[in-house]
Structures are given as structure tokens and as C-alpha cells.
């Protein structure tokens, strides 16, 4: 049996004379404004790291560190051989996004670390501290006494003395696609849990714990080891090893978001500016865009993925489609079911998806040359039953079949609890597959949209073709689940929590409330709070999810079809956990400002100051509200249009009905 060691990361800091080796010191660093400060203990061979704002303690001291298979212990052996310190303060430009500009504000510190006898190996590690939180991680510089690193466990902790409720959802439990209903929780009486998890303290802070720029290595979950300390959970390999590594490499920034209130959760840029830049030199190519599909109707079994009298993705239905996309102004068709492999059972027996040979009444060229000329685009599908190797092995051809065809977006999906078989899907075996897609797609100009995926941590601000994700249960949920479907009030917890993590593919737009695939589910919302998830619900590549039978002579689809997916500025106007939430968003490309506002399952009356607007402008608010005797049990499509004069110095009075919201567009008086 291999031997196990530990590495306590102890860490010799400087004191502001000069250096001082095997002593016991203290560093601390500071955010641009003073008022968040972590700090970092040296006490008998033993490194800790805490975290202040405003001078109260939000992480208590702290461990960091290693378990390995293949290295003997560091530990007590550590001396501090360097150190740099600067402050960033830079300005960026998203592509897209939920806001055009990006500022990078924060103090970094870079501490060297050395063993003074044996192998004298080198750790660093690098800590970033913003205005809202911090950043930090490790990294192995190229060194002659360390090659290959086998990771038993990462041993960093977030203790939270103040920690009083969490919300959170299970790891690898009722399911392994981060698709299941959150938890609100006492801290104690959380369970093994993904990340983002988001925190209120009884002091009346709010905290999200996660991580940025995951390359290469285990996903971060977090384990309840007791008395409000978390600590991090590597997901493993079947072999039970959570990373091979080989220096230099470094690991993901941890990052910990803390907050006054809910909304500033979700306007932090931490995870991004955490992330390196823009990888690809041209992204002409990537362009956010709303469509629709042939996908609802598999859902709701009007049509089927496999072959058959109701196979959805025939020639004849998918011209429709992409008549009624022209018509209305969206700029792409999804078509599942399309290739070989469905009539088998593909969770199953996934390996064999063909991702370049279409069924006898699917004709691809065809259908991309018709769509072309409509100003269309064919959106691809490669559902791989989570038989990745399979994938690869086709991946090239595939995405070269697709280019030829002008298809520059593909939704991926992996409907399976393990890779291959035997790997979870966000161990180190996962992410490396997931990249090995995205970079390859970016070589033939397609854009990504990743279902069943590991969490988002930022990538995209690297390869901005890695569009968006699922990561959590999207509407499809109301179609045949089981236990009933997403409740009113989930809705109102996944800004707060899975939505931190990045864009969600979650396909609002559902106006047919009553026509779903299993009986007894339906979709719990009002018709103005599919409007409103719209705004609320962030994705760059924004699917209606319904039959376009739905939308005709539905004057409700006005909405959908004039409100963007690429924002100039994004603000959280109001919001309480797992209650209501109310957003404004900039359009990028024109002077218009759209809200969404929804609430859960209690109706609520909600008073919307306009103060983000032009000063001196006058701009008309077409206000698409809950009808006076709208319920989303009773009476979900009962919708009220209204139009008034706002200016910024106007309040919004808007009225939510039970599971209900209100989707509003402003734009200028001409």
C-alpha cells in the first residue's frame, strides 16, 4: 500500500524589516478600499490563512494545504525565499456578457516558499483581495527534485465562525448534474456540497464560496467536517487519486464573494477577473443569438429523438422551424435527434452516437443551404450518452461536417452519472474532456453550449466560444419530472446560487402551460414570469422554449422577440433568497433598458425606481404585467400590456401574482 503523506503549508512570512526564516510572523494584505483584509499566520510550523471586513472576522483562521501519494511531508520544513506584492487595477472588455466593461481592482501577494533541508522543493502561493472578496491559490513552480505529483486531497478550509443558513445542492446525490432543487439549510445540516454554495451569516453578511479558472484539475466541492468549517472535497478519479499534476502547474483560484446584501452576489466580477484573457485571436465568429428548436416537442412527446411516425428531426419540420425563425427574428434552429444512435438506448449504450451520419430524413446539407438563405443558422447537436471517448474519437470529423455546413453553434450534452463508464464528470478525467471540446471547437469556429457539464468558473473570458451551460434543472424539469417539476420559488434561489457560477441555458419562453409530456406536471409559473426569466435568467445563446404554435397570434411573444441576450450593464435592483428578485439590463447594441422581476409562490407588490436611466430623457415603459386575476395554479396566462411615460425619476409599481412576474422594456421617446 502506498504511503501517505501531508503537506502543511507552513508558511515563513516577511515582517516589514526584512525576512525572517523559521520564525513565527504574520502578513496582511488589504483590498483597494481598506475595508476587506485577509491575513496569514505562521505559528509552530503551521500556516493559516483569515479573512476580515470592516474589521469583523468572516473566515476564521484557516488551514491550507496537501495530501500525496508520492511526495514526503513539507511540513515544518518551509522557509519564506521571496515574495512580491503589487496592486491591479485595470479595465477589460467583455465580448459578451452581462456588461460590456470589466474592472480588476484588487492587492495580490505572492509569497515564495522553500524547504530548507531535503529535496528543498518550492510551493508558492498567490492571493488576490478585492473589495468584495478574495482570491487565491497554489502553484508549483518547474523544479529539478519535483516531477510528477500524485494529489490525495487538497486541504484548504473556509471556517466560518458566523455562519447561521446555507443554500446548496448535493454531490453525485440524487443527481450528479448539479440537477437537483437547492437546500436551505441551517450550516450544520448541510451535506457534502457543490459549489457555488452561498452563505448568510447571523451577522447579516452574505458569502458564496467557489472557484475560478478550473484547468486541469479535481472539482472543488466543499465536505461539513463540523463547527461551521468546510473544507475542500477533490472529486476523484475511479482509483480514488483526485489530481495528477506535473510542475509547474497551479491549482484554481478559491474564491470566497462577501456582500451587504444578495444582489451584490451576483454583480461580483471576482470569478472572471480571475480568469486569464482572451486565448483566440479572432472571435468575429462569436456572436450571442436567440432561437428556437425542435426540443419541446420531444419533451412534451409530440415528437421523438429516435426514428419513427413522430420523429422530430425531419427535413419537412425543421424548414418550418426555420420558417417561423426568419419570420420572427431569431437567428437559429436546434434540431435534436438528428443522427444515429437514438433508437438504441442511448444512456446506455451511447457509443453508438454517430456525430456524422444522419438519418434518411434529415437531410443536413440541404437543410443548412435552406436555412442560409433565410438568414438562418442550423444549431447542432451532439448528445454523447457520457461516452466521451466515443466523442473524441468522432470530434474532429464532426465539427468539420458541421463547418462545411456553416454550423457555427453546437449544443453538447451528456446524460449519464459517470464519463465512460466509471469517471464522474467533474473529476480531473471530466474537465480535461470538456476543454479537449471547447479549444477544438474554437479551431473550427463554433461556439459551445454544454449540457450536463461541470460547473462554470469562468472560462469563457479565456475562450469565448465556450458560450453557456446547463449545470442545474432547466424548464425541461416541467415537462416529466417526477417529483413535480421546478417549484415557483426555484427560480428565485438560482440567481443567488448556480447562477454565480456563469451563464445558465435554462429555456424560458414556455407559454402552453398545460400541454406537458407526463401527467400531472405542468409549468409553474405565469405566462408574464416566463416573460420576465427572460432578463433574469443570464445566457448568451437565450432558447424559446416552446412549439411555435404557441407563440402565433400571442401578443406576448412581442417580448421574446424584442428582448436582447447581450447586455451593456447589468443592476440587481432587489432580491431576497428564494423570494423575489428584480433585475435591469442594458442592451448593448441599442439605448433600451429591459427588467424582469419575479417572485415565488407569494404574490407581492414590488416599487421599481427608474434612477438608472438617462437623466433629462423621456422613454416609454411597455410593461408586460400579471393580469389582475393571474395565478399560476388557476389562471398562469392572464397577462396585462400596458405602456406609460417614465423618465428617471420614475417608480415601476409592479404587481406579482403567485408565481408570477412582469417583463418591462423601456426605450427612448423619438
Known sequence: MKRIYTLAVALLLLCQTGLVLGAEATLRAKSPNGRVQVSFVLQKGTATYSLTRNGKEVIAPSSLGFTFRNMPEMKGNLAVVGSSSRSINEKWEQPWGERRWITNSCGELVVKLREKSGLKRAINVTFRVFDDGLGFRYTFPKQPNIDSLIIASEETEFSLPTADKAWWTPVHGDNSYYESIPRHTAIAAIDTVNTPATIETRDGLYLAI??????????????????????SELVPWSNGVKVYAKAPFSTPWRTVIVADKPGDLITSNIMLNLNEPCKLKD?????????????????????????????????????????????????????????????????????RFSFTKAYPDFDLPEICRYAASKNVKLIGHHETGGFAANYEKQLEDAFKLY???????????????????????????????????????????????NHEPVKPTGLCRTYPNFMTQEGGRGQEYDAWSMDGGNPPSYTTVIPFTRMLAGPFDFTPGTFNFENTGLKGTRVQTTLAKQLAMMVVIYSPLQMASDLPESYEGNPAFQFIKDVPCDWEETQVLNGEIGQYITIARKDRNAEGWYIGSITNEQERTLAIPLSFLAKGKKYTAQVYADGADADWKSNPTSIAITAQQVDAQSTLTLKLAKGGGAAVRIVPVK
Open 210 to 231: 467557489h472557484e475560478a479558472n478550473l484547468t486541469d484539475y479535481a472539482s472543488m466541492t466543499l465536505l461539513n467536517v463540523g463547527k461551521g468549517k468546510l473544507r
Open 283 to 351: 472571435i468575429s465568429w462569436v456572436k450571442p443569438a436567440k432561437y428556437i428548436g425542435v426540443w419541446w416537442g420531444m419533451h412534451i412527446n409530440k415528437y421523438t429523438w429516435g426514428q419513427g411516425s413522430k420523429h422530430g428531426a425531419t427535413t419537412k419540420i425543421v424548414k418550418e422551424y426555420i420558417d417561423f425563425a426568419a419570420a420572427n427574428g431569431f437567428a437559429g434552429v436546434l434540431v435534436e435527434g438528428w443522427n444515429e444512435g437514438w433508437d438504441y438506448d442511448w444512456s446506455k449504450e451511447g457509443y
Open 403 to 449: 463547418q462545411q455546413n456553416g454550423v457555427s453553434c453546437i449544443k453538447t450534452g451528456y446524460v449519464n452519472k459517470y464519463i465512460d463508464g466509471k469517471e464522474w464528470h467533474d473529476s480531473q478525467y471530466g474537465i480535461r474532456h470538456y476543454r479537449k471540446v471547447f479549444e477544438e471547437a474554437a479551431r473550427y469556429r463554433i461556439m459551445i453550449d
